[in-house]
C-alpha cells in the first residue's frame, strides 16, 4: 500500500520561504511522476509543479520562478521549495505520486500553507 507522509507546511509572512517534503513508501517499483497541487478556501485544486521519473518539470504560471521542484529517487521523496510567498499562496498543499507500472495515483493528507503579515 502507497503512504504518503507530508511536512514542512506553516505560517510564514510575505516574501518568506517554505519548503515542503513528501516521503512516499509502498512501491516495489518505485515512482514515475510526483507532484504538488493545492486548494485554497473557496476554490478548486489546482496544479502547482509535478516533475517525472526523468526529471522534467512542470510549473504553474502563477509559481513560476518563485517556487521550484525536486525529488531524491533514492529517498522517494519529492520537494517543492517555495520563495517569494505571497498572500495567494496559502492554501493547502497536497502532494500526489504515481507508481510506476499502477495504473493509478495516491495523494498525501494535505498540509497547510499561510502567508500572513
Known amino acids: 500500500q502507497v503512504q504518503l507522509v507530508e511536512s514542512g507546511g506553516g505560517l510564514v509572512q510575505p516574501g518568506g520561504s517554505l519548503r515542503l517534503s513528501c516521503a512516499a513508501s509502498?512501491?516495489?517499483?518505485?515512482?514515475?511522476?510526483m507532484g504538488w497541487y493545492r486548494q485554497a478556501p473557496g476554490k478548486q485544486r489546482e496544479l502547482v509543479a509535478t516533475i517525472t521519473g526523468g526529471g522534467s518539470t512542470n510549473y504553474a504560471d502563477s509559481v513560476k520562478g518563485r517556487f521550484t521542484i525536486s525529488r531524491d529517487n533514492a529517498k522517494n521523496t519529492v520537494y517543492l521549495q517555495m520563495n517569494s510567498l505571497e498572500f495567494e499562496d496559502t492554501a493547502v498543499y497536497y502532494c500526489?505520486?504515481?507508481?510506476?507500472?499502477?495504473?493509478?495515483?495516491?495523494w498525501g493528507q494535505g498540509t497547510q500553507v499561510t502567508v500572513s503579515s
Open positions: 509502498g512501491s516495489a517499483f518505485g515512482f514515475n511522476a
Open positions: 500526489y505520486v504515481v507508481p510506476l507500472y499502477v495504473g493509478r495515483d495516491y
